[in-house]
C-alpha cells in the first residue's frame, strides 16, 4: 500500500470517529503533513504540525524537554514520544504522530543512515515509538518513513 492510499485510510477513520491528528516531523521535513493533505477532505481530521528539524527546534517548537535531548539526543525512542506528546498538546489533537532519525547519506551522532523512531501519542493509550531501519538512498529513507507513519496511526486506529 502506497502512502496516498494508507493516508487517504488514516483520513477516513480519524473523520468516521470525528478525531484529529497532528504531526511533529523532523527528518521527514514535512512529507508526512504533505501526504496527509493531498487527501482530499483532510481538513476533517489533521489540524497540522510542526516541522522540527534543527534539534533546538525540537524543543522550542514541539516542547521536548531539553534535558532529554541533551541526554538521549534527537535520534531516539524517548525523542520519538515526546515529540509526539508535544505536539499533540500544542495542537490539542486527538493523536499525534512524530518522526525522527536519520536520513542520510552520512551518520549523525552515532546513528546510521536509516535509523528511524516513529512516535505516536493518542487519546487512550500511553505513547509509543517504533524503531525501524530502513536501506537505500535519503529520499528513499525519507519516504519509508512516511509510509511507516501512516501504517503505525492506520494500525492504531484499526486496533482501538
Known amino acids: 500500500m502506497d502512502s496516498p492510499d494508507v493516508a487517504a485510510d488514516v483520513v477516513a477513520l480519524l473523520t468516521a470517529r470525528g478525531q484529529s491528528l497532528a504531526t511533529a516531523e523532523s527528518l521527514t521535513g514535512g512529507l508526512l503533513g504533505a501526504a496527509i493533505t493531498a487527501v482530499p477532505g483532510a481538513s476533517a481530521a489533521y489540524v497540522g504540525g510542526v516541522i522540527a528539524y534543527a ?6 517548537l514541539a516542547g521536548v524537554d531539553a534535558g532529554l535531548l541533551a541526554e538521549r539526543g534527537p535520534v531516539s525512542e524517548q525523542t520519538a ?23 542520510g547519506p552520512t551518520s549523525q551522532d552515532g546513528h546510521q543512515p536509516g535509523e528511524v523512531w516513529v512516535g505516536l501519542a493518542s487519546p487512550a493509550a500511553p505513547a509509543i515509538a517504533v524503531r525501524h531501519d530502513f536501506t537505500g538512498d535519503r529520499a528513499a529513507v525519507r519516504d519509508a518513513t512516511v509510509r511507516a507513519a501512516l501504517a503505525l496511526v492506520a494500525r492504531a486506529l484499526t486496533q482501538g
Do not use: F, S
Open 55 to 60: 534539534t533546538p527546534m525540537k524543543h522550542r
Open 81 to 103: 514520544i515526546a515529540l509526539a506528546e508535544g505536539v499533540r498538546a500544542a495542537t490539542a489533537a486527538d493523536w499525534a504522530v512524530a518522526t525522527t532519525g536519520v536520513a
